[in-house]
């Protein structure tokens, strides 16, 4: 009898991520990549400050957190693309463990989108093996593989150690390597950072540093382009982010022309679904906004890989006198990843001017 020849790493790792993202087949009510399943034995987010530089790393007892880098940005020649670098942990059971029995699995994305072509790629490691990990001192640092997010020192007296970073990937037919550097202060979203997903208490801890400067160069197939622009970092983590019910997200992170920044989502759940919402002016004092203050309405679909999706939409903010329209800048920006999603950027037009992020997740 012939040997079976042996499984990939690749395969092995995405099997369980899937199973313990849910990705392969998640019951009836646990929403996108079955992050309304029930937490188990892990630990739920609750209401207090953050601990940092601690908090900028890993919460082994939470069932998912990530690290997620969005940037806008131009070339020379003014053309706007967009790129994105997410560093996600998800865990088989809580705790850390050891070397090869670790129970955590990291999973990399990387995306770069241009008005006319969007490239993503994807990375799968374990833990316990150095392949990848956060490490938030003395100098902090995210990796999987080659890519990597990490400041080049230790923060200055006073200073955050996510103050200053630099960001690199690659895939087929894309790269970028980014220098980051704050403007403003890391801001706290929902209610000092407890961040309510519904109704019934499903919540993360949340804080995001959306004020970065970024400058470097992006490699496409026509070659290498200097660019610059701004980027927008957010950290989450919980166990339990959906309610039964939800089916996925509606997230926007946008760069007001005046300095304002606003953060923005909306969890699906096949009815007026549940929002939340923080106003972040651009000295960095920030507004948590209550459920329905910021109306969302979708204006425009496109078909994206076999699904309709909303690529224009309006946002209503009433006591902030906002009033506009989001538009995708490449309606195509599909992350054909083990756990697919829409992630691309934005022009903000109406009574504000300005640009962002736009993810869309759980779209049939």
Known sequence: ??????????????????????????????????????????????????????????????????????AVLAGPDGAGLGLQWTLFRTALAPGRGAGWISPQLWMGHAGLTTAGRHFGAERLARDGTGQAGVEPTPAFRAWIDDWELAAPAPPAPGGDALDRLAVAARGQDFAFRLRLEATGPIVAEGEGGYSVKSATGQASRYYSQPFYRAEGWVDLPAGRVAVAGLA?????????????????????????????????????????????????????????????????????????????????????LPARGLDVTVTALNPQA??????????????VAGSHSGRGYLEMTGYE
């Open 1 to 70: 009898m012939s040997a079976r020849p042996p499984v990939p790493r690749r395969a092995v790792l995405a099997a369980a991520l899937a199973g313990a993202l849910g990705a392969a087949a998640p019951a009836a009510g646990q929403g996108f990549a079955g992050l309304g399943g029930p937490a188990g034995g892990f630990s739920l987010p609750a209401p207090g400050p953050f601990a940092f530089p601690a908090d900028h790393g890993p919460h082994w007892d939470f069932r998912v957190e990530w690290w997620y880098l969005t």
């Open 334 to 347: 599909w992350m054909a990843t083990l756990i697919p999603y829409w992630e691309g950027p934005v022009a």
């Open 232 to 316: 927008w970092l957010d950290r989450e983590w919980s166990s339990q982010p959906l309610a039964p019910g939800q089916a996925g997200w509606d997230w926007f992170g946008l760069h007001l022309d005046d300095g304002t920044k606003l953060m923005a989502f909306r969890l699906r759940d096949g009815g007026a679904g549940y929002g939340g919402a923080t106003w972040i002016d651009p000295g960095g004092t920030s507004e948590p906004l209550p459920p329905g203050a910021l109306r969302l309405t979708a204006l425009a679909t496109e078909t994206v890989a076999g699904r309709s999706l909303p690529v224009r939409w309006r946002l209503e």
